[in-house]
Nanobody
Framework: QVQLVESGGGSVLAGGSLRLSCDFSGITYSRNCVSWFRQGPGKEREGVAGYAVGGGSVNYADSVRGRFTISQENGKNTLYLQMNSLKPEDTAMYYC?????????????????????WGQGTQVTVSS
């Protein structure tokens, strides 16, 4: 059974940093796609960053490029989202999600409907 567990959320002031973690298990394919999504109050779920596990390619939404970094810890089923220079508009519930590798390779890393498994989310609140 595939499981994803997010952690690391919290409350910070604008300009601060947080690092989110996504621990995943039960994934039988060596190559797959893991993305971070977020959903703010009254907003649609938005793809933030995508990572091709087993391939290493990364993608970012324009709204976070240059501020957020997605990475995988070597040899472990843990993905990180390092978030720097946080803004109040980054306030949201952040989720990690898993899909088959083709989702990343076809550029669909930000399409929530393409993902099969989701974590429970971790809240990020940025105040000005």
């Amino acid at each position: 059974q595939v499981q994803l567990v997010e952690s690391g959320g919290g409350s910070v002031l604008a300009g601060g940093s947080l690092r989110l973690s996504c621990d995943f298990s039960g994934i039988t394919y060596s190559r797959n796609c893991v993305s971070w999504f977020r959903q703010g109050p009254g907003k649609e779920r938005e793809g933030v960053a995508g990572y091709a596990v087993g391939g290493g390619s990364v993608n970012y939404a324009d709204s976070v490029r240059g501020r957020f970094t997605i990475s995988q810890e070597n040899g472990k089923n843990t993905l990180y989202l390092q978030m720097n220079s946080l803004k109040p508009e980054d306030t949201a519930m952040y989720y990690c999600a898993n899909a088959r590798s083709w989702v990343c390779s076809t550029g669909n890393w930000a399409q929530a409907k393409s993902f099969d498994y989701w974590g429970q989310g971790t809240q990020v609140t940025v105040s000005s």
